[in-house]
Nanobody, 121 residues
Framework: QVQLVESGGGLVQAGGSLRLSCAAS????????MGWYRQAPGKQRELVAG???????NYADSVKGRFTISRDNAKNTVYLQMNSLKPEDTAVYYC???????????????WGQGTQVTVSS
């Protein structure tokens, strides 16, 4: 069993900042890639940022220069620092983590429960 717990969403004015966290726990053997997705009303879920186990990052063009993804491997946690927020960043944000579990060592993608980010103009 693996659980992902997200925190850090909320309401912020345009230009403000928020930091999202996603902590994994349970029968974890290893964690590979970690990432953040978002889904706005009426739109498809899209990748916001990802980070490999080696620390290589990638970002959606719409957030480059404003968002920073990072991870703390000792805490099995991924973060998303969001600066210069815009109203179009409003969405439910989901973490996605590739985890190999004990005892099978099979790797699966796990999703967090989602956290609402609302940016007012």
């Amino acid at each position: 069993q693996v659980q992902l717990v997200e925190s850090g969403g909320g309401l912020v004015q345009a230009g403000g900042s928020l930091r999202l966290s996603c902590a994994a726990s349970g029968s974890i053997f290893s964690i590979n890639a970690m990432g953040w997705y978002r889904q706005a009303p009426g739109k498809q879920r899209e990748l916001v940022a990802g980070i490999t186990s080696g620390g290589i990052t990638n970002y959606a063009d719409s957030v480059k220069g404003r968002f920073t993804i990072s991870r703390d491997n000792a805490k099995n946690t991924v973060y998303l620092q969001m600066n210069s927020l815009k109203p179009e960043d409003t969405a439910v944000y989901y973490c996605n983590v590739a985890i190999a579990t004990i005892p099978s060592w099979d790797e699966y993608d796990y999703w967090g429960q989602g956290t609402q980010v609302t940016v007012s103009s």
